[in-house]
């Protein structure tokens, strides 16, 4: 929702306090413009079985060999980040999507809250599952389908009109 280019996993020792156990691996992943929350937590939760099973690998040949575990290669979290950071809880109304923000922000809210964005239209309840944001073009493609933004009904709307709607791709905004 942010807009962050990259996400990731770490893996990390348990201590008293809320994520202040040294770490023992991070691996990042790019965050691509298509991905949406279930994507993303698919590809995190494959990579994380993957990394959790080396690291239980090199810990058990460490302790095979000698059983001194201060040989693993630590980063303590003050390393890592200054100052910790919580998320705040996301609301019901953080779902609804209010169409005066820019199409990246909207893209990116829609994605982030997979798959319950929606909004209003007609009084109904829309869900949103997918968006594809139009930036600073005359013209775009949808799975291969061509779009000209240049038509009167699309030049001239408003910030978050309803323009057309079609069987596919959707609704247009």
Request: charged content about 25%; glycine content about 4%; hydrophobic content about 35%.
């Amino acid at each position: 929702i942010s807009g962050d280019e990259k996400t990731g996993i770490s893996i990390m020792l348990m201590d008293e306090g809320l994520d202040t156990g040294p770490v023992l691996s991070i691996t990042n992943v790019p965050i691509s413009i298509n991905d949406n929350v279930k994507s993303i937590s698919q590809r995190l939760s494959k990579l994380s079985a993957e990394e959790l099973t080396k690291t239980i690998s090199i810990i058990q040949s460490i302790k095979e060999r000698n059983g001194k575990l201060n040989e693993l290669d630590l980063i303590q979290q003050d390393e890592i980040n200054k100052v910790s950071t919580y998320a705040r809880m996301i609301t019901k109304q953080d779902y609804k999507i209010r169409w005066n923000k820019p199409a990246l922000d909207l893209h990116r809210s829609i994605m982030g809250l997979y798959p319950n964005a929606y909004c209003m239209l007609n009084n109904k309840r829309v869900k949103i599952s997918q968006s594809f944001p139009i930036l600073n073009q005359s013209e775009f493609v949808i799975n291969n389908k061509n779009y000209n933004l240049e038509e009167s009904k699309y030049k001239d709307a408003e910030i978050g009109e309803v323009v057309d709607i079609k069987e596919y791709p959707g609704i247009l905004v």
